[in-house]
Every structure is written in C-alpha cells, then in structure tokens.
C-alpha cells in the first residue's frame, strides 16, 4: 500500500497542487532548486507552483512535512504527475537531479557526454558534501549559537576559504587549458547544475563573514559569481517571489 503522502493537516495549496510543486525557504539550498526551475521556465516552459515554508518556526518539523521530508529539511520537491499518488523528492541535490533527468529532456543543464556527465556529478556532489556543509557551519556558530566558540567558527571558516580554494583551482585552470566559465564541461564549461547547486552558497561569502582581503585568492571565482548572477534566471530564483511578505 501507498503511504499516506497527504493528511488533514496539509495545507490546501500542497495538497491541490497540480503538476510540480517546491515548497521552499529563500535560502542557499532552497535557492538552487529555485533557480533550476526558473532556468527550466526559460528553456521549456516549464511549470511549477510553491509555497513558502518558514523555517523559524518550525514548520517543517511538522507531521504533515516530515511525511514529503522525513528529514524536515527545505526545499521539498513534489512532483504530482507521476501517476496516483504524488511523488515527494528530498534533498537539493536529489531534487536538481531528478528534474534534470525528467524536465530537461535535452540536456541544457546537464551532459550528454558520459565524462562530461560525470565531472558534473562531481562537482555538485563536492559541494553538497564538502562546501555547503561548512559554509552552513560557519553562519551557525558566527551568527546564531547562543555562545560564541572561536574554536568552532575558525575552523568552519577555515575549511569553508580551503573549498572555495578547490573551486579556484577548477575555474582558473591551474592544472587544465587555462580559466574557465563554469565548474562543468570541457573547455571553458558549460552552464549547468553544478553551478546552481554551488553558486547560492558561495555568492553569500560576505554574509558570512568573509572580507575582501580573505577572498583576494580567489579571482577566478568572483568572476564567476558575477557571470552567474548576470543570469535573469537567477535573478529570479533568489527574487521577491520567493520571499515571505
């Protein structure tokens, strides 16, 4: 038997929603998703509707998330055309992942090519594993630990600067044919969900903390900071509509 994916407790614009449905906070991670559906918009037509989870006070938490979420984590994926019951997809990376494979039919924003295809996946699953994890450890124990523990907050920020030294090292092409555009892709790159997936995180390093002197080693990547904001796309993804009133 099907679990139960909706309850009473549902909210009626989840539980009525038709189509794709994110339900989401405008943070780093909700963010990716976000900006992968407006760029899907853009490229297919693609269609969505969403509401809008505030975190604060622990509405993810609740019975009715923690069914889509067992994790009680944002963003939350709902895809309602899979048949009879809806379809929940957890987890950011899982979430770009899935609408790659399902709403990008031709491959804009992933590979076609096995190896490029890979390297993609690697760069989306160092971040997830290796980036977001730390940087969100910084903005932790910097900004909302009741007790302030130097020891803490220097270590996430110091292994935050050594990831972002990893992406410096990818897009300035030290050990390749020179600078590159994106994380992904032969060549310069290609625009992809490796770079959704990070560029959220990374373009917030003042928010967390960081000084331009403590990005000077990182040239290559401002640069690309500034070539993927430039996307209108991305402009939406982090925009008003995704912001609480």
């Known amino acids: 038997m099907a679990p139960q994916v909706y309850t009473d407790e549902t909210p009626a ?4 929603a038709k189509g794709l449905h994110l339900l989401t906070m405008n943070t780093p991670n909700g963010q990716a998703v976000q900006i992968m559906l407006e760029e899907l918009k853009d490229a297919y037509g693609t269609e969505w509707s969403t509401t809008l989870i505030d975190i604060m006070t622990n509405e993810q938490k609740k019975d009715w998330f923690l ?17 009879s019951t809806p379809f929940p997809v957890m987890e950011t990376s899982a979430e770009m992942l899935y609408l790659l ?5 031709k491959d804009m924003f992933g590979f076609k090519d096995d190896m ?3 390297q993609c996946l690697q760069w989306v699953f160092f971040w997830h594993g290796s980036g977001a994890p730390y940087q969100g450890q910084v903005n932790h124990f910097s900004r909302a630990a009741p007790e302030k523990i130097e020891y803490a907050i220097n270590r996430f920020k110091n292994e935050t ?9 990818q897009l300035s092409g ?20 490796a770079d959704m997936k990070t560029w959220p995180w990374v373009k917030g390093w003042e928010r967390t903390g960081f000084t331009q002197d403590e990005m000077k080693p990182f040239p290559n ?8 904001a430039a996307r209108p796309a991305v402009q939406r993804g982090i925009g008003e509509a995704y912001t609480k009133k």
């Open 221 to 228: 990547v401002m640069k690309w900071i500034d070539r993927i």
């Open 67 to 83: 069914r889509l979420d067992p994790n009680g984590r944002i963003p939350v994926l709902v895809d309602n055309t899979t048949g």
């Open 101 to 105: 494979k399902k709403y990008d039919k």
């Open 174 to 193: 030290k050990y390749g044919d020179g600078p590159r555009e994106y994380l992904a892709g032969n060549g310069k790159g290609e625009y992809s969900v």
């Open 13 to 16: 614009e989840v539980k009525n």
């Open 116 to 118: 490029e295809r890979s």
């Open 161 to 169: 600067l050594r990831v972002y030294g990893v992406l410096e090292i």
